[in-house]
């Protein structure tokens, strides 16, 4: 029998370890098989320590972030993690990237998708990426492209947690234990050096995450990731 799989799509090489690193972890350990999709290194606008080093170049500012980003997939647990290089600042999202989103796909039919918030005042390419995500979803489940393949489901999408999510609208209707993986996931923030001073940041995130999914549950949490849905839960009881 084949494990359940699902799909993270990270605009940059850093994106699913500060946000959703936990719920890989957690699915991971839980028998998933977790693909994560990197789409840019990030290789201009979040590689600031790197650039500041004498005679850095460009692909050296890649080859560091991929090694970085390999070494937290590795703690996490993660199944298959690509580079697909699209560019960073403006990310470089077109038809041909778009088709072979949809390939993934139809290859691995995700029990769910993870990906950016509808807006980033921040960071541009936060949610030119969850448009280009979620219009895969769609034409992987259009019986007209590629006939013959079998089309794509109805995953659910969870749209993880933006830097500042109070500018950019971001309300979170799902928050999610981490605690049992935070030591990992804590152990892959600290994989990413170029990025250090995010670290504490995260952290606190964190904490703050799992004191609201506390207050909304009966249950002790200490550590938390947030993640608003796209598309309505469909289940066949309430509790």
Known sequence: M????????????????WRAGGAIALHAAA????????????????????????????????TERQKEAEAAAKVLGVHDLQFW????????L??????RMVDVMRAIHPKFI???????????????????AQHAR????????????????????????PHQPEQCNWKPDVLLDI????????????????????WEY??????????????NSDKSITWGEGYASVFPHVVERLV
């Open 85 to 92: 290089d699209l560019g960073d600042y403006p990310i470089t």
């Open 179 to 198: 605690g049992p993986v935070w030591a990992q996931k804590r152990a892959a923030i600290e994989c990413m050096a170029g990025q250090e001073h995010l």
């Open 202 to 215: 995260y952290t606190r995130v964190a904490q703050q995450r799992g004191a609201q999914a506390a207050r």
């Open 31 to 62: 028998g998933f098989e977790v693909t994560v999709v990197c789409l840019s290194y990030g290789e201009r606008g979040e590689s600031a320590k790197l650039w500041r080093q004498p005679g850095m170049t460009l692909e050296r500012v890649k």
């Open 138 to 161: 769609i034409t992987a489940q259009a019986h007209g492209h590629n006939p013959g393949q079998k089309v794509l489901g109805a995953p659910p999408v969870f749209l993880f947690e």
């Open 114 to 132: 993870l990906t950016h918030s509808k807006e980033d005042l921040y960071n541009w390419d936060h949610p030119a990426v969850t448009d280009f």
């Open 94 to 99: 077109n038809q041909q990237s778009l088709f």
């Open 2 to 17: 084949s494990k359940p799989t699902a799909l993270v799509i990270s605009a940059h090489s850093a994106d699913f370890v």
